[in-house]
Structure formats: structure tokens, C-alpha cells
DNA sequence: AAGCGTTCCAACCGCAGGCGC
DNA sequence: CGCGCCTGCGGTTGGAACGCT
């Protein structure tokens, strides 16, 4: 179903991902958002292209996110999307809270397409988009039926990434969405991992820090974080091993 | 039980758009 | 304006699981 894992020319892995993989992706990005794709892996402790991270999270480990078990009101509802959008499986997908593009693209593939021929040709189709038309209908249906976000979901364009936020910003979302505090199961926000340069610097001359040789002059500013991410008052997130111990362990566990 | 074909979906790849410099 | 970087999108593929003979 999957594809055999197997590194690259470059060292990186590819193919399918392992739980140890998710469970420290996850972690991160609950922990610290995604602030940069590409930077991440290397932050996350994780040997994966930028890329290949963001693919599984957007549709794989984000928490939202629903596998399998589609209701005849969402295959419809794709239906009918595809018949006014086509292939735009991002477009079709913003109207399926929890569906992502990917999974609404093999679902056509797979099972509605064949279905969609069929109804084409017999008539049974368009009755059946018209029942579901009939509760989300005229103009802008496509957002009418874009159910109430749960509490905890986090949208694409949700401000999860702290890109745009400040230490205390972030810290305030953090804190008041309770997303994080709920993931400190040893204690409060103090937990989240900030140590200092010398800290970062030991733990990188150890060898216990990324795989990849950085040089700590180049990385970080006198603060401990990189120019880039200090520049926007950034707090940076840190690589995964000097953030999760035993208390990530326990939380995996809890999963 | 074994071999073969088909199904299905996670993951890869290439490309395009947006943005900053 | 051009360039490079990053992100997101859509098409395609690899291969495990499943079904059939």
C-alpha cells in the first residue's frame, strides 16, 4: 500500500513513514507550528524533506483530519463540486471539513468517477445532487456548507504556523486555544523547551544535536536562535530531541 | 495453496504562483 | 524586471491488500 522507505542521494529518506516519524513531526508542529517547511525537518530531528513533512501532515497527522467512511452527503457533495470545479481537488476539498485535496482525489479516482460515468448516462446523479442542493442551495453554497470548525480545528490558514506571531502572541494563542498546555503533561507552558546558547551549544558539540554539521556562529545570534527566525522576534523552535523526553514519550502513549 | 490480476491510497514529482530582495 | 525561495496544487506511481481462478 505504501512505499518501501529508502534514503536518497542526498541522504533523505522517502517512502512510508514510520510512527517514531509521525509521532515526532506531530509533536513539533503542535508544539511550535510550521514555520518553515523546509527548515522543520531538521528542527523536528526528522531525515525528511520539507515537502514530504508538510504532505503528511496536511493529509495524514493533522488532527482534523477523517480517513475513509464517506457519508452519501459527501460524495455527493463532491460530485457535484467536481461537476462545477473539475479537478481543482483543493477547491472541492475546502468545502469537506476534514477531507483533504489528496484523499478527495484518490476517493474520485477510486470510486466516484466510475460512479459519476455511470449517473451520467442514467439520470440518477443530477436527483441526487439536487436532494443536496436543496439544503445548502443558491450562491455560495460551496461556503454555506462548510460546517462550523470544531473547536480544535485548525485550519490551513489557521495562525498554528507562528510565523506571524510573536513570542507572546504565540504564546497567547498557545495558551488560550489550550492546544499546547494540553500537551504538557509534566507541567505548564514554562515547559516549552528554551534553553540557552550555551545550551544549544553543548547539546549540538555533544553530537546529540542534528545530524547535519552546523556551525553554531552561522546558526545563531547571541539570543540562541537563528538570524532568520530572531529577526521577526521568533522564539525558535528547537530540535526534537533537546524538547521531548519522557514526557512526549508518556504522551505518545496516551495517543 | 499458489499464482495472477485488480484495487486503492500514501507518497512522490514537477510545475506554477506568491513573495521578498 | 529578474531571480531565488517557499508553498501549494494536481497528476502520477509504487506496492500492499485483496479477490479471483
Known sequence: MVRAPFYDKNGMKKGAWSPQEDHKLRSYIQRFGHWNW?????????KRDGKSCRLRWMNYLRPEVKHGNYTEEEDALIMKLHEEFGNRWSTIAASLPGRTDNEIKNHWHTHLKKRAKRTSDGKEYSSTTSQSEA?????GEAESVLIDNPPNMILESSPLSPTTKSTTELSSFISDSGYISSLNVSGGMEDICLPSSSEIYEAQSSGDFWSEPFVVENIYNQD?????????GLVLPLPYEMCYGDSADLLYQLM
Open 135 to 139: 439544503t445548502h442551495s443558491s450562491e
Open 38 to 46: 523546509r527548515e522543520l525537518p531538521k528542527f523536528a530531528g526528522l
Open 224 to 232: 540562541g536562535y537563528p538570524p532568520f527566525l530572531a529577526r521577526g
